[in-house]
């Protein structure tokens, strides 16, 4: 009997060729999922700055739309105005006098290493309480009010424009501009 004494088995050629494909398709694999991961950051830091600034929106219009005429108790607002924007280092500032008689200001300021949105409220002569509303990975780039009012309107209406950005790496910064009007609901 002959046995035949070759056995099946790959050659070095054919080795080298299959580790070389392999190691294509897993490299196209690895870059397919980083584009994805990066997709989905740039996403999530979309959303993140959307929601912040649906929040602010909520906040301030309700608070904006019932404020009251000034009645000589806020420092700053004209008696019988609703609305007074200033200006300080960061940009404008909107003052009013709220539902509960309490002196409001909106302005941006700095928590030391972000600007952010800012409200203060002081209710008589307590102490001005004052709060951040805008979240610390959210950077407020700008902030501006246009007061639309005229001897021959009982309603004033401020315009709001507000431009924010995610904070982190450069690939992720999501920035985005919004700008609403707000009218109060002042009657008397």
């Known amino acids: 009997m002959i046995r035949d004494k070759r056995k099946n088995a790959f050659t070095l050629v054919e080795m080298i060729v299959s580790v070389s494909i392999f190691s294509v398709i897993i490299l196209a694999m690895t870059g397919i999922f980083k584009l994805a991961i990066d997709a989905q950051r740039s996403a999530i830091a979309t959303q993140n700055v959307q929601e912040s ?9 309700k608070e904006m739309r019932m ?16 609305f007074a924007v ?20 909106y302005q941006l300021a700095s928590d030391g290493t972000n600007q952010r949105f800012q409200i203060s409220r002081q209710q008589g002569l307590s102490a001005m309480q004052t709060d951040f509303i805008s979240p610390a990975k959210i950077k407020i780039n700008s902030l501006h009010f246009i007061l639309n009012s005229t001897l021959s309107t009982i309603q004033p209406m401020v315009t709001i424009n507000l431009g924010a950005s995610a904070l982190g790496a450069s690939q992720f910064k999501s920035s985005m501009t919004i700008q609403t009007s707000i009218a109060s609901r002042y009657y008397k």
């Open 53 to 61: 600034l649906k929040y602010f929106l909520e906040v301030t219009g």
């Open 67 to 82: 404020a009251q005429k000034n009645k000589n108790m806020c420092p700053g607002i004209g008696d019988d105005v609703i």
């Open 86 to 105: 200033t200006t300080n280092a960061f940009g404008d500032v909107l003052n009013f006098r709220n539902y509960y008689g309490e002196c409001v200001t």
